[in-house]
């Protein structure tokens, strides 16, 4: 059953030192308001899984957060490279940072077994890629029933998920629209869930072909955090920040200019930092 929470007793609540969790959202319902109290936290040694991994996990890398990266792709969408994912990979800074690299289609693939509650994901993939040669938990199988070689890569299964959405209603359904990535997946093959959302509503009302309704048990906590997608995007509500993404490049590529804006942005600000951009 999920409980209304504040964000800083839903984080510490659902997001614990030592997690693999998934701070989900595929250009769309990033939730950086849930990261950014994630590091006023301090927590540590995280194992960081996502799709796209871009902003938010750059700055979680950069604050010592995480041990490890699994993804399948890893960038400032549309500008470049993650500064702070590579002078942690590349270096050791803050602290060395190991990854398991993957293609978009087998981390898919390992979320919805992850969310069946099966142990690895069978696909049509990697042939003729290299991928297998530096990650040794791709491997294959043989179909018993056609003798088909199938790739096979290890289900996603976490300890924690954070995803944001549009809406709660005031029994603990939360409903998501627009691009929905794999949130729902990384929510079901979790063992705590965290969703924040723009607004908690009576009803969740008219919703698009595409909406997808999580169910009030497969949540922990939710928290109303207006705005807190910035700078992603939330459909219906406001629009993807791309002068922020720009203007990241600039601020992550060294470690002091890194160092003030965490501090000016995130650990003397709270989540009401977001609402300013909460404009429909």
């Known amino acids: 059953m999920a409980r209304f929470l504040p964000l ?12 693999t969790t998934a701070f989900e959202g595929f250009t769309h319902l990033i939730p950086y308001a849930a990261g950014h ?7 540590k040694d995280l194992t960081l899984v996502r799709m796209t991994p871009d902003i938010l996990y750059d700055q ?10 699994v993804f399948s792709w890893g960038g400032n969408p549309g500008v470049g490279s993650l500064h702070r994912f590579r002078d942690a990979y590349e270096r050791g800074w803050p602290r060395p940072l190991e990854i398991e690299e993957h293609s978009h289609a087998a981390m ?49 299964r976490l ?3 954070v995803i944001h959405a549009q809406k709660a209603d005031r029994a603990g359904n939360v409903l998501l629209e627009g691009i929905v990535g794999v949130q729902k997946e990384a929510v079901l093959s979790s063992k705590r869930a965290l969703v924040t959302v723009e607004e908690i509503v ?18 922990t906590a939710i928290t109303a955090v207006p705005g807190g997608a910035h700078p992603s995007y939330t459909q219906g509500y406001y629009k993807r920040d791309n002068a922020f993404y720009e203007a990241w490049d ?18 003397q600000k ?4 977001f609402t300013r951009y909460a404009r429909k």
């Open 202 to 219: 009576d009803d969740l009302g008219p919703r698009s072909f595409n909406a997808c309704i999580l169910p009030h048990w497969t949540i």
């Open 37 to 43: 109290e994630t590091i006023r936290q301090s927590r």
């Open 108 to 156: 898919a693939n390992a979320y919805e077994a992850g969310a069946a509650g099966l142990p690895f994901a069978v696909f049509r993939g990697y042939r003729g890629a290299e991928l297998a040669r530096v990650n040794p938990n791709i491997k294959s199988v043989t179909c018993p029933y056609t003798g088909e070689v199938l790739a096979t890569v290890p289900a996603v």
């Open 250 to 267: 600039a601020i992550s590529r060294d470690r002091d200019s890194f160092a003030a804006w965490i501090d000016a942005n995130v650990m």
């Open 60 to 69: 979680l890398i950069g604050m010592g957060a995480a041990k490890k990266m």
């Open 8 to 19: 800083s007793a839903a984080v510490e609540e659902v997001v614990r030192d030592g997690d």
């Open 159 to 161: 300890d924690s998920a």
């Open 270 to 273: 709270g989540p009401g930092a």
